[in-house]
């Protein structure tokens, strides 16, 4: 890892219409995404954790440019890739890379694999002929396949052997930057170890940046180098790894890890139990959006949102107590 920022998110915001009545009139909107800045330097994985529906895969879609933000920049290697002509999102495109959630869905069942993984490495004019095929097999090895399944079809193949394929097909383009997007939570427990395995050796061979989205705390916390923590479309709270785990400051941050599982016999844990549903994004609280669900809320959380700060060590948090609760 280095101190040279890859990706810098600014104030980003992506806001989904709701739609009501024959003319199908705008009547409000789901604020997915509301006002994220966070920054990830080269060669760091940063995992983003949250509840489902928190906005993780939207944050992770939208950076990409898969998806349109409402308002913000995303700035990749200096530039903000909302700004750019089509030629230059389409040489983009070999640099930014996402791994999806579901292996099958996201493949093409009537291409056997070779085509797949091959098809970005034409489209994108790296290589010609002969050199596709050894292209695709060279990435298919590092991924722990063989060149005798190049020929093989998707239903062919395992839920593990698929997410493989998958990874292929993302980092045979040599992209500078991943998103995973709940990479290994479609898959047993013994086969996300082997896929968290192999995408960090992959990073650490070809010099990758993640951004890790899962609600996994055990894996993100074997993975990550920090990590955010997002609820109802706000990172609430971003620190290193270690900090984090041994230091939680947000109440909600502090209820998470309380459900994940103890290391050792010897470590006892209090679970935390939130009460009530998660508000809607629809119709978020005025002030701390997680004050409806705070066992140490006061009147003005309900009131301002509070700010996320850093303090001293870097450790940022969005909590009118924070080092008081």
Known sequence: MTDHTLLKVKNLKKYFPIRKGVMKRVVGF????????????????????????????????????????????????GRNIYDLNGRENKKLKTQMQIIFQD?????????????IIGEAVREHKMARGR????????????????EGQVRRYPHEFSGGQRQ?????RSLVLQPRFV????????????????????LKSLQEEMNLTYLFISH??????????????????????????????????????????SAVPAQTPQEKKKR?????????????????????????????C???APELKPDDHGHFTACHFTGEI
């Open 30 to 77: 789901v604020k997915a995404v509301d006002d994220v800045s966070f920054e990830i330097n080269e060669g760091e994985v940063l995992g983003l954790v949250g509840e489902s529906g928190c906005g993780k895969t939207t944050i992770g879609r939208t950076i990409l440019n898969l998806i349109s933000p409402t308002e913000g920049e995303t700035i990749f290697d």
């Open 103 to 115: 292996p099958y869905s996201s493949l093409n069942p009537r291409l056997n694999v070779g085509e």
């Open 131 to 146: 050199q596709v095929h050894n292209k695709v097999v060279e990435m298919l090895e590092k991924c722990g396949l063989n």
């Open 164 to 168: 493989r394929i998958c990874i292929a």
């Open 179 to 198: 998103v995973c997007d709940e990479a290994v939570s479609a898959l047993d427990v013994s086969i996300q170890a082997q896929i968290i395995n192999l």
């Open 216 to 257: 996994d705390l055990s894996v993100v916390r074997f993975i990550s180098d920090r990590i955010a923590v997002m609820y109802l479309g706000e990172i609430v709270e971003l620190a290193e790894k270690k900090e984090l785990f041994a230091h939680p400051e947000h109440p909600y941050t502090r209820a998470l890890l």
């Open 272 to 300: 935390i139990i939130l009460k009530g549903d998660i508000p809607s994004p629809a119709d978020p609280p005025p002030g701390c959006r997680f004050h409806t669900r705070c066992a140490y809320a006061k009147e003005i």
């Open 302 to 304: 309900s009131k301002e």
